[in-house]
């Protein structure tokens, strides 16, 4: 059984900078996923379980960057120059397999979510 917990989300203005941070138990391949209201949930990034390999949307490239501590069982979002469009609930999320994959419905694992709001 694998267990999520997010933590960092905020409120911040546009250009500004958030770390995410998600507890992680087991050995899995982590993905983040964001849902803005009145929005299906989209793939942000995800990482292989030893951290060698990474995906990300083409609307974070570059802005931010996932990464993982396997000894503190923690995965990390760095979102940085962040947009009024990145404003939604992040959820960290995994999956058995070692694909890296971008689906929601791929993921068997997810966390309770974290807001982010950025305001212009």
């Known amino acids: 059984q694998v267990q999520l917990v997010e933590s960092g989300g905020g409120l911040v203005q546009a250009g500004a900078s958030l770390r995410l941070s998600c507890a992680a138990s087991?050995?899995?391949?982590m993905g983040w996923f964001r849902q803005a209201p009145g929005k299906e949930r989209e793939f942000v990034a995800a990482?292989?379980?030893?951290?060698?390999?990474?995906y990300y949307a083409d609307s974070v490239k570059g802005r931010f960057t996932i990464s993982r501590d396997n000894a503190k069982n923690t995965v990390y979002l760095q979102m940085n120059s962040l947009k009024p469009e990145d404003t939604a609930v992040y959820y960290c999320?995994?999956?058995?397999?070692?694909?890296?994959?971008?689906?929601?419905?791929?993921?068997?694992?997810w966390g309770q979510g974290t807001q982010v709001t950025v305001s212009s």
């Open positions: 999320a995994g999956r058995s397999g070692v694909q890296l994959t971008t689906t929601p419905s791929t993921y068997g694992y």
């Open positions: 087991g050995r899995t391949t």
């Open positions: 990482i292989t379980w030893n951290g060698y390999n990474t």
